[in-house]
Structure formats: structure tokens, C-alpha cells
């Protein structure tokens, strides 16, 4: 019998892609959900692999909004402590690489091939073919104790308590938020998503709690987490204020006070984001952080597709808000730390988002222009639906423009909107990615 896993770079990555893939839509059952959630299929592979989570311990983060923001900042925080930090963020924007990383660089492709050849080879050993996440989940494991991380900072991929990433062996658990989003995953409201993201906490947790709805808390605290820093009591932002390029702010957490920290990213909530990684990382550590360790890591945090600006004259600002909080959030950046000026959106939005909902929290009503687009994913709305939503909500129809593809549709946004104006992408990460790419392709350059 030939070696199954004797195969060339391209074909372990296609083999990946023709896995069951519920981010993209790839594969999935028409129902939404691949039959009952289930951990035995990622148990099993990690069995198969040796249980690689077992050599190291995690941050396990879960939340609506801000996950990837709090892992990156945590992982740089314990980075800067002198750990070896291995980080896990989904879903990616350009390659599956970004997902993976060790102190702030993504893995080489060559090790993640590596990798996926040795789940390739584990999954012969199973009953059911693991799915495209679970996959990337278990490569992300193997790799952190292959290099020897002294911490995982992993986030959540969709909800808690079925996610695979639960099969890591946390000491801090952290939550970031609670907003409607995944309903058909997670349920209707509110308190069915705390219950489910609430999985992941375990009694030997430190529970790092960022939501601060008392209805949700005892959702949390039912788990009966070992201890719990709650936000706003235990940690927080004691202020914050715009600064060139991002924000300073003024950090609290139960062993320490953090005056005068430059965060380059734009937003308010990511001032919160930040209080939730530092307490994670002080929660994990056992310590409070030198400030000015502090100070040094946040200067250096990044946070690709989140209010991130990629051009100017017209300014263009790409943000993945693809849930109404997301999008209310990005349309208070805007009002607080851009100029007003007139503003084209770009927007695509996945099936399961209601377009009116997100359309009217990204302040479609007021742009100069609207440019509807596909992101490129099954799961994909119809740009025309889009249209028609934007034009319930009161944008004239000669104001509205349906380009299917979001590289072009992000040239004919910069063409039709003046050198002092804004272009906004958002409203998916598979659009953000998408024009990402294409801005480093240089088919669409920057000015």
C-alpha cells in the first residue's frame, strides 16, 4: 500500500479544501449544520496525533466581537514577557497561514504543509472524516508543541461548548462579548449564545469576563470557574482618548494601574479589547506586568481588517464588521475619529444576515453611495437583495450600485468618490479579504 500521506504541497492543500468547510459554506449540509454538534471527531484526531494540547497550556477566548483583536494583543503581551506564544485565530483573510502563529509571525507554508501530511496520514484512523476547521485546529495543536509554546492563545472558531477548539487545556477562559450573531448555530438570543459560549469554561479556569450584562454573568459564573475577574470591577479602561494613528488609554487590573498607553488601533471597543488581554495575560502569568512592558507591546499590536486604513485620497478603511454590533461599532469609529466627509460603502454580506439590519447599522442612509457586492463564498447574499434593502432604507437607486466582484467593486468606489472622501469595505471578512488581496496583488494599489 502506497503512503497516504507521500503528496506534494498542492495536493495536501486541495485535499484540505474538499473537507467539510461551514465558514465557507463548502460541503455543508443544506440544514446549516453537519448533523448533531459533536467533540468525538476532533477527539479523535488529536488522539490519533497524540494529544498535543496536552504539552503546553491555553488561553481558550470566545466572544461575539473582538476575539482576534484580544488574542493577538494577549500573545503579544506574554511574547513581551519572554514567553514562546503560539496563537490561533480564524477565519483567515488571505491564506490559511495567518491562522497559525508563534510570537507574532505566521507559520511557514512549508512547515503547515508539513503538518496537514500528518493529520492527512491521522485521518485514515478515523471512523468520519474531520471537518475543514477541525483540521486546521488539530495542525494548529500539533504545531504549538512541536515548537515547544510555553501558552496558546486560541480563539474560539463558533460559539464554545461544540467548538474544536475545546479540547484544549485551558487555565484561563476568556469572553469578550455577547451580541445576536451565528443564530442558526447558537440560537435566538442572547442568552442561548452566553450558554453556549459559556462551554468553554472549566473549574480549573480563571474566568476573564468581558461582557458586563448582569443578566448574561451568572450564565458564565454557573460554571464555576476556580476564580473570575470581571470587567469594569476587576479590570478595565479608566480612560481613553484619541491619539495619532489610535488611542491612548488608561488601563486597570487587580495588581496593577497602566497610565498613558498608545494603542494603534482605531475604535473605541478595542480599548476594551485591550483590557480584556491584559487581564488574560496577567490572569495566565499569576502577576501583574511591568508598564513599561506593557507599553512596548501594545505599540507594536496590528489587527489586519479591523478599521484598518489601507489608502488615501480618498481614504479607504477596511473593517470585517459582519454582525449589527460589529457594524454599529464601525460607524461610531467613523463618526468620532475620521473627518465627515462624503463616504462610499462597499458592502457583500453572507445569507444568514438580515441586510436591512446591517445596512442601517453601517449608516447606509447617509453615504454618498452604496456599491454592493458578492463575497466570494458559498454562503453568499445576493448583491441584488442588497441592493433592494438599500433601497427600502432610503437610498436613492442612482445611488446604488451592484458590482459582483469586491476587487471591481472596490475600484469603481475609488473612482466615483473625491480625493477628501472615505471608502468603507465591510460587512464580511470574506469581502475584506478579497480586497486585501487584491490591493497586494497591486491591482488596485493604494494611492
Not at 502569568?285 to 507591546?297: D, F, H, I, K, S
Not at 499590536?301 to 457594524?327: C, F, I, K, Y
Request: aromatic fraction near 4%; include cysteine.
Amino acid at each position: 500500500m502506497s503512503d497516504p500521506g507521500a503528496v506534494g504541497p498542492a495536493e495536501v492543500r486541495a485535499w484540505l479544501d474538499a473537507h467539510v468547510n461551514l465558514e465557507t459554506g463548502v460541503g455543508a449540509p443544506a440544514a446549516g449544520r453537519r448533523g448533531a454538534p459533536t467533540l468525538e471527531r476532533i477527539r479523535a484526531l488529536t488522539g490519533l496525533l497524540g494529544s498535543p494540547q496536552s504539552a503546553y497550556p491555553s488561553i481558550h477566548v470566545t466572544g461575539t466581537n473582538g476575539k482576534t483583536s484580544v488574542v493577538r494583543i494577549t500573545a503579544a503581551l506574554l511574547a513581551a514577557a519572554g514567553l514562546n506564544v503560539g496563537a490561533f485565530t480564524s477565519p483567515h483573510l488571505e491564506r490559511v497561514e495567518e491562522r497559525l502563529a508563534r510570537n507574532g509571525e505566521p507559520i511557514p507554508p512549508d512547515d503547515l504543509d508539513d503538518l496537514l501530511g500528518r493529520v492527512r496520514i491521522a485521518e485514515v484512523g478515523m471512523a468520519e472524516p474531520p471537518s475543514y476547521f477541525e483540521i486546521v485546529t488539530a495542525a494548529a495543536l500539533e504545531w504549538f508543541a512541536d515548537i515547544g509554546v510555553d501558552v496558546a492563545v486560541v480563539e474560539v472558531g463558533l460559539g464554545g461548548t461544540w467548538d474544536a477548539t475545546t479540547v484544549v487545556e485551558s487555565t484561563v477562559a476568556v469572553v469578550t462579548n455577547v451580541a445576536i450573531d451565528h443564530v442558526d448555530y447558537l440560537g435566538p438570543t442572547r442568552e442561548s449564545i452566553a450558554a453556549d459560549k459559556a462551554g468553554i469554561v472549566g473549574p480549573a479556569d480563571t474566568l476573564v469576563l468581558g461582557e458586563t450584562d448582569p443578566a448574561l454573568a451568572g450564565i458564565f459564573l454557573a460554571r464555576g470557574p476556580e476564580a473570575v475577574w470581571r470587567r469594569d470591577v476587576d479590570f478595565g479602561v479608566r480612560e481613553q482618548r484619541l491619539a495619532h494613528r489610535g488611542r491612548l488609554l488608561h488601563l486597570f487590573t487587580p495588581g496593577g494601574d497602566y497610565p498613558d498607553l498608545h494603542l494603534p488601533l482605531h475604535g473605541a471597543h478595542q480599548a476594551d479589547n485591550a483590557a480584556v488581554a491584559l487581564a488574560s495575560a496577567e490572569a495566565f502569568l499569576g502577576r501583574p506586568l511591568a508598564p513599561e512592558l506593557v507599553g512596548e507591546a501594545l505599540a507594536g499590536v496590528t489587527s489586519p481588517g479591523r478599521l484598518e486604513v489601507v489608502g488615501h485620497q480618498p481614504m479607504v478603511l477596511l473593517d470585517g464588521a459582519h454582525n449589527v454590533a460589529g457594524a454599529e461599532a464601525l460607524a461610531t469609529a467613523r463618526r468620532e475619529e475620521f473627518p465627515d466627509s462624503p463616504c462610499t460603502l462597499v458592502v457583500g454580506l453572507l445569507r444568514e444576515k438580515e441586510p436591512h439590519e446591517m445596512l442601517e447599522a453601517l449608516g447606509a442612509a447617509r453615504a454618498a453611495r452604496v456599491v454592493v457586492c458578492r463575497p466570494p463564498s458559498p454562503r453568499a447574499l445576493d448583491p441584488a437583495v442588497l441592493a433592494a434593502a438599500a433601497v427600502d432604507l432610503g437610498v436613492p437607486e442612482a445611488r446604488v450600485e451592484v458590482v459582483d466582484d469586491p476587487a471591481e467593486a472596490l475600484r469603481r468606489a475609488r473612482g466615483s468618490t473625491p480625493p477628501d472622501g472615505q471608502v468603507v469595505v465591510a460587512g464580511s471578512l470574506y469581502v475584506v479579504g478579497a480586497v486585501r488581496a487584491s490591493l497586494h496583488a497591486g491591482s488596485d494599489a493604494p494611492a
